[in-house]
């Protein structure tokens, strides 16, 4: 690994201080970073290690109903938050359908929104082409084995996924992430926080240099009754997602009153389904209904050489979420 | 920089690099800790750091001077007696090669004791929760069956 210095912050103003050197970067839960930095992928000259800064680990209630949740609390203390059980089931079932319990002890939420592409020709330095790695240098992926790769929202410069799981439950629940640098504070949606590739696939969000992600917040969940994550992989545990659903509906009297669709593991950041709302507002939850939002979900997908499968996968993990969420229960 | 592990406090000087896993191994001779993959993904390297199972390949050393670290060389009580666990995989031959067994034993005290510790410490811990809960550990020779077993076991007697 190469070489670096490291530095323990004890505030946030000083963590943005610290930070603001050249070749510093973040560290928290560090099962990423450091991952990456062995490969080679990541080669920070600074590590800033926030792990100290514990108001940031807190998880507790807002006025109104919602909840915030620091960018420090971890995966399993997220996940085991007896609000976030009651009241955001979704979240609890992707956060635990993520990585291992070793691991989700260590993660931070901040960390898991700002995780890198698990794609191959990314994450090793053996291949020379990856734009998001080395901008300018093709894409491996496209001609490559692109099984687990994007088949939403890609383009010629990368077909990367984003793996995260919580993220998509996130963005599903509407969440807004508060970012903050030394001159203040701004909140915007999480969905908007991830962006698409483009032509430069080397930046998967919209942090700024120096900048901070502060904590999420969720509005009062209208969905708690019914939701339902579900992932679908390789294997049955500890696996990244070929295809993953957030599915959350309002039902009054058998009713749709509002829904919410947001797909994983198909293209760059968690993938919104908007026309969920519109195509299930006012109708009955059923599978008639759940299979138009299937086609809507893949529409203008793109898939590539090893991955035509994710978009029959895609529709049918929507209409099984949508079931599911349907028929659920509240989680006691 | 001081590092606590297993109740003792050791003085160390070390890079900023090094790896949890690599100061337990290499400066501080606990070799029973392994290392797996060195990437996070078998679960050799699994300790208890403040009571909570983390991979030691994927934290840095320098981050834990105010930690409790506990490896399998800390579960036996200080006269040899072994920890339920422990003694529990002697029972039901829950290794063949033993490579992953340190890792398997400090991840499973964690699991028994966050089941003690969640909303679900009423009912015994099943055999879906011990296979789901112990997911990040691998076993190449597949030992999972008696490993489970070993588990459920001590489990059923908390």
Not at chain 1, 35 to 56: E, Q, S, Y
Not at chain 1, 84 to 107: D, E, K, V
């Amino acid at each position: 690994m190469h070489n670096f210095s490291y530095a323990r912050a004890a505030d946030i103003d000083g963590a943005l201080r610290l930070v603001s050197q050249p070749g510093a970067q973040f560290i928290a839960g560090g099962t990423n970073l450091l991952d990456l930095m062995k490969g080679g992928v990541a080669n920070p000259d600074r590590l800033i290690d926030i792990t100290r800064l514990t108001a940031l680990a807190q998880i507790h209630e807002l006025p109104g109903g919602g909840i915030r949740i620091g960018a420090l609390a971890t995966n399993s203390d997220t996940a085991n938050q007896p609000l976030i059980r009651q009241r955001y089931p979704l979240l609890a079932q992707a956060l635990l359908s993520g990585a291992s319990p070793q691991l989700r002890n260590m993660a931070t939420l901040g960390g898991n929104i700002l995780q890198r592409t698990r794609c191959g020709y990314f994450y090793d330095t053996g291949f020379d082409r990856c734009n998001k790695r080395q901008p300018g240098s093709g894409c491996g992926a496209l001609q490559g084995f692109n099984r687990s790769h994007a088949i939403l929202g890609g383009g010629e410069s990368c077909i990367a996924v984003h793996p995260s799981d919580m993220s998509v439950a996130l963005v599903a629940l509407d969440a807004v992430v508060e970012l903050r640098t030394a001159r203040g504070a701004r909140r915007i949606p999480l969905a908007e926080f991830f962006r698409l590739p483009g032509d430069t696939p080397q930046i998967d969000n919209h942090l700024a240099r120096g900048e901070i992600i502060t904590a999420v917040d969720l509005p009062a969940n209208r969905w708690q009754e019914h939701s339902a994550y579900l992932k679908v992989r390789d294997r049955a545990s500890y696996a990244f997602a070929l295809v993953s659903v957030a599915a959350a509906l309002e039902i009054q009297d058998g009713i749709v009153q509002d829904a919410r669709i947001v797909l994983g593991g198909v293209a760059h950041k968690p993938w919104p389904v908007p026309e969920a709302a519109t195509l299930l507002r006012g109708q009955r939850a059923d599978a008639e209904h759940f299979r138009e939002v299937a086609e809507a979900a893949v529409r203008g997908a793109v898939p590539q050489k090893y991955n035509t499968f994710k978009v029959e996968l895609a529709k049918r993990a929507v209409v099984r979420a949508l079931s599911t969420a349907a028929s659920a229960e509240e989680m006691t | 920089m001081s590092l606590k592990v297993n109740q003792t406090v050791h003085e160390l000087t070390l890079e900023p690099r090094v790896t949890l896993l690599d100061a337990l191994r290499e400066h501080l001779g606990l070799i029973g800790t392994k290392k797996g993959c060195d990437r996070g993904q078998c679960g050799a390297c699994t300790v208890l750091v403040n009571g909570r199972r983390v991979n030691s390949c994927l934290t840095l050393a320098i981050m834990h001077a105010n930690d409790e670290v506990v490896t399998v060389e800390g579960l036996a009580h200080t006269d040899g007696e072994l920890h339920p666990v422990q003694s529990a995989f002697l029972r039901h031959d829950a290794f063949q090669c033993g490579f992953c067994t340190p890792g398997q034993i400090c991840s499973a005290v964690a699991l028994l004791e966050e089941h003690r510790r969640g909303p679900e410490s009423a009912d015994p811990l099943t055999e879906g929760a011990i296979r789901e809960g112990m997911s990040g550990n691998l076993c190449r020779c597949g030992a999972y069956p008696n490993i489970v077993a070993a588990i459920r076991e001590v489990g059923s007697r908390a």
